[in-house]
């Protein structure tokens, strides 16, 4: 059976089987092939008192193998796994068309690339697929539900989006602009779309442990970057690349963990706008609150980064071992 027919075979059951007012709501999530999405759908898959029928929706269908061996007994019951490219329309259509009316109760847009190294050594067309991905691949599903949604009066689109949409951070210039066009994006609509009472969460993490992002610091490490100078060179692979590591080591979060977060406001009466799901990377993010001119995050972290190397490390192992201890918000 085809992933299309088990969507229909799985929603029809439903519908034979289930008093409608208490039908669980379809969730649609893109990026599962590994990390927060695969996380993200198996919990909602398990939930124990089945309140979602989850579409798991991937790019390439051939690497579906883990989140199908995670989702154990819930394959085919309360999880279906699809495929979709978020960068093609057509196959936004087509994997939509397989839900039975095309009808998304909660959008989860998590389909994403990253990007780092320095400006001047990175080809345009790695940079325009970023943003194809990252921030046009959420729109062209937007686009796809809203209208369902709207005719429903219901829905909750939930967006993936970073720390790194409210803070600029060295050598990752692409990867933050596609989420600052997500984080203005998504906030211009909430404001419209409250009046057919769907609602909008960002969700912000601060760094994610994954393989995908051990291997991307790795390759980055040796990698060529023509046309960039030398001294641009050093500060990158010198200065930028332990200090990332070891940001990762010290606040990083697992994708189970986020995941949790998500399923949380995925279950909220009134989801939040937006939601960080890092409590000890606070002091970081709060930094840029604190000066509405934002010099005070631009020379802090500078000074952090190229002059007080040993203070960064030193405050990250603090905020690792719970020296200092920070709230999040909302709750």
């Known amino acids: 059976m085809g992933a299309g027919s088990q969507v229909l075979a799985s929603r029809g059951h439903l519908r034979g089987g289930i008093n409608m007012a208490d039908a669980p709501r379809t969730v649609l999530i893109s990026g599962c092939s590994s990390g927060i999405g695969l996380e993200l759908a198996v919990q909602l898959a398990h939930d124990h008192r089945q309140r979602y029928r989850v579409v798991a929706t991937m790019r390439d269908l051939g690497k579906k193998g883990t989140l199908e061996t995670a989702a154990g007994e819930a394959l085919g019951q309360t999880l279906t796994v699809a495929?979709?490219?978020?960068?093609?329309?057509?196959?936004?259509?087509?994997?939509?068309?397989?839900?039975?009316?095309?009808?998304?109760?909660?959008?989860?847009?998590?389909?994403?690339?990253?990007?780092?190294?320095?400006?001047?050594?990175?080809?345009?067309?790695?940079?325009q697929n970023v943003l194809d991905t990252n921030f046009f691949g959420a729109v062209r599903l937007v686009r796809a539900v809203l209208p369902g949604m709207k005719r429903r009066r219901k829905g909750h689109i939930v967006v993936i989006s970073s720390v790194m949409g409210l803070q600029g951070v060295v050598f990752n210039e692409i990867y933050a602009a596609s989420k600052f066009a997500l984080e203005g994006f998504f906030e211009s609509?909430?404001?419209?779309?409250?009046?057919?009472?769907?609602?909008?969460?960002?969700?912000?993490?601060?760094?994610?442990?994954?393989?995908?992002?051990?291997?991307?610091?790795?390759?980055?490490?040796?990698?060529?970057?023509?046309?960039?100078?030398?001294?641009?060179?050093?500060?990158?692979?010198?200065?930028?690349?332990?200090?990332?590591?070891?940001?990762?080591?010290?606040?990083?979060?697992?994708?189970?963990?986020?995941?949790?977060?998500?399923?949380?406001?995925?279950?909220?009466?009134?989801?939040?706008?937006?939601?960080?799901?890092?409590?000890?990377?606070?002091?970081?993010?709060?930094?840029?609150?604190?000066?509405?001119?934002?010099?005070?995050y631009v020379r802090t972290t500078h000074c952090l980064l190229f002059r007080w190397t040993r203070l960064l490390n030193l405050g990250l192992r603090c905020l690792a071992c719970g020296c200092l201890r920070f709230r999040i918000w909302p709750r």
């Not at 389909?111 to 067309?125: D, N, Q, R, T, W």
């Not at 601060?206 to 030398?230: H, I, N, R, W, Y």
């Open 83 to 127: 495929q979709l490219d978020v960068c093609s329309e057509e196959s936004v259509a087509q994997c939509l068309s397989c839900i039975q009316g095309g009808e998304v109760d909660v959008l989860v847009n998590n389909a994403g690339v990253g990007l780092v190294g320095p400006l001047e050594g990175l080809s345009l067309a790695a940079m």
């Open 189 to 296: 609509l909430a404001v419209q779309l409250l009046q057919f009472n769907i609602f909008i969460t960002l969700v912000e993490p601060g760094p994610v442990a994954t393989d995908f992002e051990g291997k991307l610091l790795e390759q980055v490490s040796t990698t060529e970057f023509p046309d960039t100078d030398p001294d641009t060179l050093h500060y990158f692979r010198d200065i930028y690349l332990p200090a990332s590591r070891e940001l990762f080591r010290s606040v990083g979060q697992s994708p189970q963990d986020v995941a949790q977060v998500i399923v949380k406001v995925i279950g909220s009466a009134r989801p939040p706008l937006r939601r960080q799901t890092n409590a000890r990377y606070t002091p970081l993010a709060a930094l840029k609150a604190v000066d509405p001119s934002g010099s005070l």
